[in-house]
């Protein structure tokens, strides 16, 4: 099955081989990015910081295999799950990750 349109059917969608095809090179070096960044981060001092633990979290949950919801998942670990509105931010301003759900010592 190709990714054609056909003209009874409307579009096709493509199989995992040809999706895999179309993205494979542009996550490839996403992945590659993404460990240069933390080759330097870890060169440089290998910060103890929330935001680094979330990375290494997110890591995790991308090698689960078997589950397809692993977008949920990583935004997830970057997420504030509480409800309630604090008092005062944990933060001075919007860094993308919840300082809260470290894993490390100045975690909860």
Do not use: Q
Not at 23 to 41: G, H, W
Not at 73 to 85: A, H, Y
């Amino acid at each position: 099955m190709d990714a054609e349109s056909t003209p009874d059917d409307g579009p096709t969608r493509p199989n995992g081989k040809e999706l895999l095809d179309a993205v494979f090179l542009e996550a490839r070096a996403k992945l590659i990015d993404l460990a240069a960044i933390l080759d330097r981060i870890e060169r440089y001092g290998g910060a103890e910081d929330y935001r680094l633990d979330a990375f290494h979290r997110a890591l995790e949950e991308l090698a689960r295999s078997g589950e397809s919801d692993r977008a949920r998942r990583v935004l997830t670990v970057f997420s504030d799950p509480t409800e309630e509105p604090v008092e005062r931010p944990l933060t001075p301003g919007a860094t993308g990750a919840w300082p809260g759900g470290s894993r490390g010592p100045a975690g909860p």
